[in-house]
């Protein structure tokens, strides 16, 4: 059974940096493509960014520059490093797999005050 379990979130001030983990388990998880999505309330979830098996990457471009994704197979875990937060980031952010995602988990709460 596949489980993802995020944390790190928080409430920042805007210009400050937050560092989210997921854990994954019950999935070979080196050959994953992994992805971290955030949903702001009243509006659709997103994909923020993915890393594939092989490392490649990909952001969507409202936090190229800001938002640096990477994981460590060892760990089972991907991490997503948020430098230059902005309110407009705010949103429960989420990891799963990309394009298919899998069983959503709770997601982190990152609160970016102005």
């Known amino acids: 059974q596949v489980q993802l379990v995020e944390s790190g979130g928080g409430l920042v001030q805007a210009g400050g940096s937050l560092r989210l983990s997921c854990a994954a388990s019950g999935i070979i998880f080196s050959s994953k493509t992994m992805a971290w999505y955030r949903q702001a309330p009243g509006n659709q979830r997103e994909l923020v960014a993915h890393?594939?098996?092989?490392?490649?990457?990909l952001y969507r471009d409202s936090v190229k520059g800001r938002f640096t994704i990477s994981r460590d197979n060892t760990k089972n875990t991907v991490y997503l490093q948020m430098n230059n937060l902005k309110p407009e980031d705010t949103a429960v952010y989420y990891c799963?797999?990309?394009?298919?995602?899998?069983?959503w988990g709770q997601g982190t709460q990152v609160t970016v005050s102005s």
């Open positions: 799963n797999f990309s394009p298919y995602p899998a069983q």
């Open positions: 890393i594939t098996s092989g490392g490649s990457l």
